[in-house]
């Protein structure tokens, strides 16, 4: 039996478990899944009531890892997520008390809410899976995730995630509104936050290790490079974008490719993995120019230039 048909029968237990509080999303569920993986983090961004804090939630209990739910606010801390040097008077030494930030899974719920300067206090977490305080190094669990929920940056009371910080997120994904079936399903169900705590969980922290080491392994055919790169370099060059895709992004869509693939029990990937993987993961990454004036939000005018220049790309066969 192949690493990935091996994986493939907790993989879709992990989706069904999802899937019981978020109703009508498969897409978005896969990519989720996609995320977790790919040893990437997620950011979901769509307007308040969709289910954004939901899927977070059923994400992280259906991992049977430690989970810390952190609200941001505009009164937050970098303190107050990595932890503070407190004076032992006993001992007569200072020690390290660790913040919400040293758990296996992370829900930074509304992270756009917070400044600037406590959002830049993740950066270091989610690129090299570690913590520097008054110069001490202290490594966090593995695996580690941080799955972040933000409102559009048009709603009040919200300071844009900077591109460095955007760029540490595998993906950025949205819920979107259910269809009128499923939300009959959602209002007479009473599914809420809540729903996801009776989730019992499908897999340990050694389970999802192992499935990202057999991620790394999925074969790529050289032409799905030489089609993933011809993606990047056709972002550099338009003129609707300022800022186009960087070496780590192209990284970012050749794992997710690898993820996806995985996903769907295959140990190869096909032209499909990555087709249906740019938007959600080159959109954010993207800054549009702002001589092209669209009525759009930035983020859906971010993915449909994405969309168009993906047209201009041969897919190999």
Do not use: W
Request: hydrophobic content about 40%.
């Amino acid at each position: 039996m192949g690493a990935a048909t091996q994986f493939e029968p907790k993989i879709r237990l992990l989706k069904q478990s999802i899937e019981k509080v978020i109703k009508g999303k498969s897409d978005v569920v896969d990519l989720a899944i996609v995320a977790l993986l790919g040893k990437g983090h997620l950011l979901i961004e769509d307007v308040p009531g969709v289910g954004k804090t939901t899927l977070a939630h059923a994400m992280a209990r259906s991992f049977d890892c430690s989970f810390q739910r952190i609200q941001f606010t505009s009164d937050l801390l970098p303190s107050d997520l990595t932890g503070v040097s407190i004076f032992n008077q006993v001992e007569h030494r200072f020690e390290f008390r660790k913040g919400p930030i040293f758990a296996n899974v992370i829900l930074a719920d509304e992270i756009n809410r917070t400044t600037p300067k406590t959002q830049s206090a993740l950066l270091e977490a989610m690129s090299e899976g570690k913590v520097t305080v008054e110069d001490q190094t202290y490594p966090l669990p593995q695996p580690f995730m941080v799955i972040a929920t933000q409102n559009p940056i048009e709603h009040h009371g919200t300071y844009p995630l900077p591109e460095s910080q955007l760029d540490r997120f595998l993906m950025r994904i949205r819920m979107g509104y259910p269809s009128e079936e499923d939300e009959k399903q959602i209002v007479r169900s009473q599914i809420s936050y809540s729903a996801a705590d009776d989730l019992v969980p499908i897999l340990t922290a050694n389970e999802i290790e192992e499935a990202q080491r057999q991620v790394e392994k999925v074969q790529v055919h050289d032409a799905l490079l030489d089609y993933t790169m011809a993606l990047t370099r056709v972002t550099r060059t338009n003129e609707q974008l300022t800022l186009g895709i960087s070496p780590r992004g192209t990284m970012a869509l050749y794992r997710a490719a690898q993820a996806h693939a995985l996903l769907h029990g295959r140990d190869y990937c096909v032209p499909d993995d990555i087709k249906k993987l740019v938007v959600p993961v080159f959109s954010h990454r993207v800054i549009i120019n702002t001589n092209y004036s669209s009525p759009l939000p930035k983020s859906a005018e971010a993915e449909s230039v994405i969309r168009s220049l993906m047209e201009e790309v041969e897919v190999p066969l």
